[in-house]
């Protein structure tokens, strides 16, 4: 069984290896997002990491409007396959071109503060 002690932290660090990973309950099969050492609900502490599969549905967005010369962006918020929706951004696309039910795959970004999960459509 595996310790998650500091599940956050296990979570960039699957980031940081190229690995977009989800926690799963070995009893119910639920996935978990964002990272915690219990699930929520049942307190199931039977979790383990899984990876994820990618695929994901625009469940909300919005355009965050920016000052020139700063370039506008969106927050979205995206349902996984799996069932967890997790804030992110949509990338590859004009901010304001990001619809509610679009198909986007996640890719790990770099990041300007270390790697994280953002999406591109899918085609």
Avoid at 108 to 116: K, L, T, V
């Amino acid at each position: 069984m595996e310790t998650l002690l500091h599940p956050e932290s296990q979570f960039r660090q699957h980031l940081e290896a190229g690995r977009f990973m989800l926690l799963q309950s070995r009893a119910s099969g639920a996935f978990i997002h964002p990272p915690r050492i219990a699930a929520p609900g049942s307190g199931a502490t039977d979790l383990h990491w899984v990876p994820a599969s990618g695929r994901g549905t625009v469940y909300s967005s919005t355009t965050v409007r920016c000052k020139p010369p700063a370039l506008d962006y969106n927050v979205a918020l995206i349902e996984l396959a799996e069932g967890p929706r997790m804030m992110s951004t949509v990338t590859g696309i004009a901010p304001a071109q990001v619809r509610i039910g679009m198909a986007v795959v996640a890719q790990i970004d770099a990041g300007d503060e270390g790697p994280r999960v953002v999406f591109v459509p899918a085609n």
